[in-house]
Structures are given as C-alpha cells and as structure tokens.
C-alpha cells in the first residue's frame, strides 16, 4: 500500500486545516489508517487512527476534541479535521497504516508498515 499525504500549511493559533492521506489500494479488515507527527529530535507521536472497515476511532488526549479523523472509502482516503490549532501542534504529520494490528498496539509507531511522506503543519502564535 502507498500512501499519499497532503493538506498541511501556515495557519494561525485558533484556525483550522485537513490533512488528506490517500491509500494507493483497498484495504481489508482490521486495517488501520492514521497520523502521527513528529518534531525535531523527538519520535514520532500518535495523534489518530481509525479501523477502515469500521466505526472504531482513536486520539491521542492533546488533540481530542480538537481534531476529527474520518474515511471515504470509495476514495481509499483518511482525513484529518485539525481545528483549534495551537502552536504546540506544529509538526510534521505523517499518515501510516498498518494491518491487523491489535488495539494495544495502535499507538505505536513502529506497529505500521505503511507511511506516506511528511506534511509540515506549522501554526503561528
């Protein structure tokens, strides 16, 4: 699976953006798709991620009720709704997927096989 992530930009404390990542295929059950975002010299972090076959979505605690994670799947495509953005969510995002992950591990990281370029989301204060 190729993913292709796009959306990210300047935006100002407060204000909005979404963040696109597309999957080059299908995919089946207990398939995952997400976002993770990194800073320098940090590891990446979990921000989202949800079942494409189901209802099932997941947030890290700094972005829950702030950002909303959706599907099209007649477009193989994951959203990131990311509103009252702070500076402290100035990153790059990356969309990774990974399949029949368990939920233990949906927040890790090194669990996906699939991740798709960096989009540098950068909000000013």
């Known amino acids: 699976v190729q993913l292709q992530a796009s959306g990210g930009g300047l935006v100002q404390a407060g204000g909005s953006l979404r963040l696109s990542c597309a999957a080059s295929?299908?995919?089946?059950?207990?398939?995952?798709m997400g976002w993770f975002r990194q800073v320098p010299g940090k590891e990446h972090e979990f921000v989202a991620v949800?079942?494409?076959?189901?209802?099932?979505?997941y947030y890290s605690d700094s972005v829950k009720g702030r950002f909303t994670i959706s599907r099209d799947n007649a477009k193989n495509t994951v959203y990131l709704q990311m509103d009252s953005l702070k500076p402290e969510d100035t990153a790059v995002y990356f969309c990774?997927?990974?399949?029949?992950?368990?939920?233990?591990?949906?927040?890790?990281?090194?669990?996906?096989?699939?991740w798709g370029q960096g989009t540098l989301v950068t909000v000013s204060s």
């Open positions: 990774a997927a990974g399949a029949s992950l368990i939920l233990s591990s949906i927040r890790s990281a090194t669990n996906y096989a699939y």
């Open positions: 295929r299908r995919t089946g059950s207990r398939f995952y």
């Open positions: 949800l079942e494409t076959s189901g209802r099932s979505t």
